[in-house]
């Protein structure tokens, strides 16, 4: 690997897990409390967030529905999960499209778990933690062939973030010499 990351950072990575679908909370959390419940697992992932406004802006465009009494429930959560990663890779609108087929197939529970599989194997495979991927699994629709090429490019896209911070680093203390 020609990246050489600090041992911390690797070992973020290593042990890097996304919540459960069942350990999302189901009491319904305000605005405020999911922010900070999302992004306490997007923190690791090296400048990966989402906002209040962010989150209200998701529900104006019907990226997820309204709350119901200004309290979030916990598919609306794993949606904001997917939507906070995949954001940086692809549209929104794209994003919606995914969201809209994948109701119509499949519950949000195995749809979320579907992802956060793919997305811990595939984020260490990027970091040659583990051994190469494509993807988990089996044969895949269209659809999760789709969610599963988004996977590979957020990885990718998280390595080459923190690359370029490596490296701005090892710049400014090279120009310091």
Known sequence: MFLELEKNDLEAIRLYRLPSFNEIPDVGLYLNQCATYINRYLEPLFNITITESMISNYVKKKLIDNPVKKQYSRE?????????????VASLDDIQ???????????????????????EAILLSVFGLENSKDHVGEEKTL???????????????????????????????????
């Open 76 to 88: 609306m959560i794993a949606y904001l999960l997917f939507i906070a990663l995949s954001k940086s």
């Open 97 to 119: 499209l995914l969201i809209n087929i994948q109701k119509k197939k499949y519950s949000a529970d195995i749809s979320y778990e579907f992802f956060k599989k793919e997305f």
């Open 143 to 177: 659809e999760e062939e789709l969610v599963g090429k988004i996977i590979v490019t957020i990885a990718h896209k998280l390595y080459v973030d923190k690359a370029f911070k490596v490296l701005s680093k090892d710049f400014q203390f090279l120009s310091t010499i």
